[in-house]
Structure formats: structure tokens, C-alpha cells
T-cell receptor
């Protein structure tokens, strides 16, 4: 099986712009979670989708949003980018919520200038 | 809410044994996971404990005490390739009744010759 894929791998944006990141889970996985990773902060949970429904949401401002499509692919969007949004954005998939193991993609490295 | 504490850095000698501790606070508890992440890589699943006791997977073992809200990852016969960051993650539930995963800030392990 192919692993979790994320596109793009690298992205450079300027403050005020918006960005959309994409995640394709492992075939058969219907749960997709998104995390933001910055040095010293670990992995901060953004949101989780299952069957096109947001099941969980972390403590991020409304500028961060996401969605999931019927084929389980997921996108996250960040509007009005700020310098502090520079981070590695990881998505992880599992067959369903509550699985003991999540499979992570390689991440999208976002730099906001 | 959920929170986890783990040491930020640990240094150990090749061939030795190292223990990485994790204490957590969570509203509701399903299990504690451990992930490994090499620099520039994606987190990969190592181990999961839902019940008290020790789980062994090769050179890696993980322990859980639910009454103490405490767990640890034990790495034996350390190899240079074990130099990485290690994250504990607790699976609990949110106010909406859905399961949620919260990661710790990670422990950077340096293995020295």
C-alpha cells in the first residue's frame, strides 16, 4: 500500500496570503488528522475528520479550517497567514478514529515571510 | 483538557539502556502511544499501552501505570540510529464525546559512542 502523501512538500508565502495543503490517506483509511509542528512545541492537534465530518478540533483560531472529501482525501486551509504560522504541517491517517496507530505523511513545510 | 510532560533532552551511550518518562493529565483515557521521529522525517508508531504493565517490541518496551497517569519508553542496546525525538501521545475524549489524541512536546535522544 502507498503511504500517506502530502502536497506540496514545501511552500513559501507572505503575510496575509492564504494557503491550502492537501493530504491523501492510505487506501482504506477514513480518518485524517492534522497537526502543526514547531520547534519546542511538539505536535499541536489541529483537527480530525472522519467520513467527511470534523470529529475533533484543537485550539487554533478560525483562520485554520479543513475539510474531507468522499474519497477521504483532506485539505486544510490557512487564511490571512501570519509569521507564526511557519511550521511543518503533518497529516496522519488511520482506518477509523480511536485506532492505536496513526500513519503520518512526510509533512508540508510552510514558511511565511 | 489534556496535557503531557516529558523531558526535553536525554543523552545516553551506545549499547546502554535509556528510559523516557511521560506523565499525563486527561479527561478520560483510552491509551498511551509512543512515536519516533528522526530529524526531517515523519513520526512513526512505536508502541501502545491501554492497560497497566509492560509491552515489549524488540529492543523497545513501553510501560503504563494508569493509577499514576505515568508511562515510559525503554530503549535497550542503544544504537546510533536511535538518535531521534520520541513523543508520547495520550488518547482521551473531548467534550463532544469523540476520541482525541494529544502529543507531548517530545524528548530528543542523543546516542553517543
Amino acid at each position: 500500500k502507498a503511504g500517506v502523501t502530502q502536497t506540496p512538500r514545501y511552500l513559501i508565502k507572505t503575510r496575509g496570503q492564504q494557503v491550502t495543503l492537501s493530504c491523501s490517506p492510505i487506501s482504506g483509511h477514513r480518518s485524517v488528522s492534522w497537526y502543526q509542528q514547531t520547534p519546542g512545541q511538539g505536535l499541536q492537534f489541529l483537527f480530525e475528520y472522519f467520513s467527511e465530518t470534523q470529529r475533533n478540533k484543537g485550539n487554533f483560531p478560525g483562520r485554520f479550517s479543513g475539510r474531507q472529501f468522499s474519497n477521504s482525501r483532506s485539505e486544510m486551509n490557512v487564511s490571512t497567514l501570519e509569521l507564526g504560522d511557519s511550521a511543518l504541517y503533518l497529516c496522519a491517517s488511520s482506518e477509523r478514529p480511536g485506532e492505536r496507530e496513526q500513519f503520518f505523511g512526510p509533512g508540508t513545510r510552510l514558511t511565511v515571510l | 483538557g489534556q496535557s503531557l510532560e516529558q523531558p526535553s533532552e536525554v543523552t545516553a551511550v551506545e549499547g546502554a539502556i535509556v528510559q523516557i518518562n511521560c506523565t499525563y493529565q486527561t479527561s478520560g483515557f483510552y491509551g498511551l502511544s509512543w512515536y519516533q521521529q528522526h530529524d526531517g522525517g515523519a513520526p512513526t508508531f512505536l508502541s501502545y499501552n491501554a492497560l497497566d504493565g509492560l509491552e515489549e517490541t524488540g529492543r523497545f518496551s513501553s510501560f503504563l501505570s494508569r493509577s499514576d497517569s505515568y508511562g515510559y519508553l525503554l530503549l535497550q542496546e542503544l544504537q546510533m540510529k536511535d538518535s531521534a525525538s520520541y513523543f508520547c501521545a495520550v488518547r482521551g475524549w473531548n467534550s463532544g464525546g469523540y476520541q482525541k489524541v494529544t502529543f507531548g512536546t517530545g524528548t530528543k535522544l542523543q546516542v553517543i559512542p
